[in-house]
């Protein structure tokens, strides 16, 4: 039974940052793309951040330069550095394991004063 799980959301002041980990329990981890995504309300799913099995990294035009993806093979575990929040960041971030149905449940990212 594949488990994805996310941690590390919480309230953050607009210009703080968080890190967002989140970590998969399957044995394909290490050959699949994982990928940050994130719902605000009233709004689509959006692609945040993705890393491929050979680290190539893509980065949603909104956050180039300020959010930062990372993967651990060897932990199963992927992250998202999350610097200069702004108050249109919040909403709850989800993390994805490869293009299949495999989502961890979302955790809650609040920006603001």
């Known amino acids: 039974q594949v488990q994805v799980v996310e941690s590390g959301g919480g309230l953050v002041q607009p210009g703080g940052s968080l890190r967002l980990s989140c970590a998969a329990s399957s044995s394909i981890f290490s050959i699949v793309t994982m990928g940050w995504y994130r719902q605000a309300p009233g709004k689509q799913r959006e692609l945040v951040a993705s890393i491929s099995s050979g680290d190539i990294t893509n980065y949603a035009d909104s956050v180039k330069g300020r959010f930062t993806i990372s993967r651990d093979n060897a932990k199963k575990t992927v992250s998202l550095q999350m610097n200069s929040l702004k108050p249109e960041d919040t909403a709850v971030y989800y993390c994805?394991?490869?293009?299949?149905?495999?989502w961890g449940q979302g955790t809650q990212v609040t920006v603001s004063s």
């Open positions: 994805r394991l490869g293009s299949g149905a495999y």
